[in-house]
């Protein structure tokens, strides 16, 4: 079994990122710019954004956090947004997600400059995608296809399960393997006969959120395994279970370990697979990076 490490990855995409920014600097004056519009006290949603714009700022890009109040009416969130779809130095803009409950995702998001829609969410940009028509993608799922083509996997003919229907993940990366002539089956919660559907599979995307569904009964041999989950456990009894050994000492200085959604005991019957942390997670924010340089490029006209 191979470990396909998202973190060397991640690291030269953002490594060329840096040095075309450069470039692009000193022929135009000018920067990318990402704004991110945090909304409430989330502190996994918190974190995530401090990590992005850490890694934003490190790159040369403008990078901005709007932070809102959690009971902020929609009106004004939408306001807020608007502002920066005129907003000449701001060429990206992301919504942090999950939004509070009083807050209606589409009702938000729709707001949304489809030119700047760094995370490519907006109906028009997954049209796009689905049709096989741009080359700027969601950053998670363009995150899966950069890892599997650093490694030379090449999914054309595969059988693929995707397990997950979400349109952050799921349903763009089933569409996106799609068009690279995998065939490709879309799972969820009510899919009937899913451990013989995973079985069958050559490659298993897992996006579901629960810590360890895919069990090692559910793979085959030589399966190429992309555990896209990021389950955070603080239970000691669910670390022991669904961490790594790395996790279980994490959870005895820190009180929580770090799982995704295929059980850690399926690795040793795959030929590949991602690690959790350490695998799709760093992929995701260096495709956010490289949209954001992609957009920029766009609206200031650089081929």
């Given at each position: 079994?191979?470990?396909?490490?998202?973190?060397?990855?991640?690291?030269?995409?953002?490594?060329?990122?840096?040095?075309?920014?450069?470039?692009?600097?000193?022929?135009?004056?000018?920067?990318?710019?990402?704004?991110?519009?945090?909304?409430?006290?989330?502190?996994?949603?918190?974190?995530?954004?401090?990590?992005?714009?850490?890694?934003?700022?490190?790159?040369?890009?403008?990078?901005?956090?709007?932070?809102?109040?959690?009971?902020?009416?929609?009106?004004?969130?939408?306001?807020?947004?608007?502002?920066?779809?005129?907003?000449?130095?701001?060429?990206?803009?992301?919504?942090?997600?999950?939004?509070?409950?009083?807050?209606?995702?589409?009702?938000?998001?729709?707001?949304?400059?489809?030119?700047?829609?760094?995370?490519?969410?907006?109906?028009?940009?997954?049209?796009?995608?689905?049709?096989?028509?741009?080359?700027?993608?969601?950053?998670?799922?363009?995150?899966?296809?950069?890892?599997?083509?650093?490694?030379?996997?090449?999914?054309?003919?595969?059988?693929?399960?995707?397990?997950?229907?979400?349109?952050?993940?799921?349903?763009?990366?089933?569409?996106?393997?799609?068009?690279?002539?995998?065939?490709?089956?879309?799972?969820?919660?009510?899919?009937?006969?899913?451990?013989?559907?995973?079985?069958?599979?050559?490659?298993?995307?897992?996006?579901?959120?629960?810590?360890?569904?895919?069990?090692?009964?559910?793979?085959?041999?030589?399966?190429?395994?992309?555990?896209?989950?990021?389950?955070?456990?603080?239970?000691?009894?669910?670390?022991l279970e669904y961490c790594t050994e790395m996790q279980q000492q994490k959870f005895k200085k820190k009180g929580y370990g770090i799982t995704g959604d295929i059980h850690?005991?399926?690795?040793?019957?795959?030929?590949?697979?991602?690690?959790?942390?350490?695998?799709?997670?760093?992929?995701?924010?260096?495709?956010?990076?490289?949209?954001?340089?992609?957009?920029?490029?766009?609206?200031?006209?650089?081929?």
């Amino acid at each position: 079994m191979n470990i396909l490490d998202g973190r060397q990855i991640a690291s030269e995409i953002q490594e060329g990122i840096k040095q075309e920014i450069i470039q692009l600097k000193s022929q135009t004056g000018k920067t990318p710019g990402l704004t991110v519009i945090i909304v409430g006290e989330n502190p996994a949603s918190q974190a995530y954004v401090r990590k992005k714009h850490k890694i934003a700022q490190k790159l040369g890009i403008n990078s901005k956090i709007i932070e809102l109040k959690a009971d902020i009416p929609a009106r004004q969130l939408i306001d807020q947004i608007q502002i920066l779809n005129r907003d000449a130095d701001t060429q990206a803009i992301l919504v942090q997600l999950p939004l509070p409950e009083h807050l209606n995702t589409w009702e938000i998001l729709d707001h949304l400059s489809p030119e700047k829609d760094v995370d490519r969410f907006l109906p028009v940009n997954l049209g796009h995608i689905l049709l096989n028509r741009t080359h700027i993608f969601p950053c998670t799922p363009a995150g899966v296809l950069r890892m599997l083509d650093y490694n030379q996997i090449d999914v054309s003919g595969l059988n693929a399960i995707m397990v997950g229907r979400s349109f952050i993940v799921g349903k763009p990366l089933a569409s996106m393997l799609t068009n690279r002539n995998a065939t490709v089956t879309l799972c969820h919660s009510k899919t009937r006969n899913l451990p013989e559907l995973v079985q069958q599979a050559d490659l298993v995307v897992a996006a579901i959120g629960k810590p360890g569904f895919i069990t090692a009964d559910m793979v085959k041999k030589g399966a190429i395994l992309i555990d896209v989950g990021q389950n955070f456990l603080y239970q000691e009894n669910q670390v022991l279970e669904y961490c790594t050994e790395m996790q279980q000492q994490k959870f005895k200085k820190k009180g929580y370990g770090i799982t995704g959604d295929i059980h850690i005991k399926a690795f040793s019957k795959s030929s590949h697979y991602t690690p959790v942390p350490g695998g799709v997670g760093p992929m995701t924010v260096a495709l956010l990076m490289e949209n954001t340089l992609q957009l920029f490029k766009q609206q200031v006209h650089i081929e």
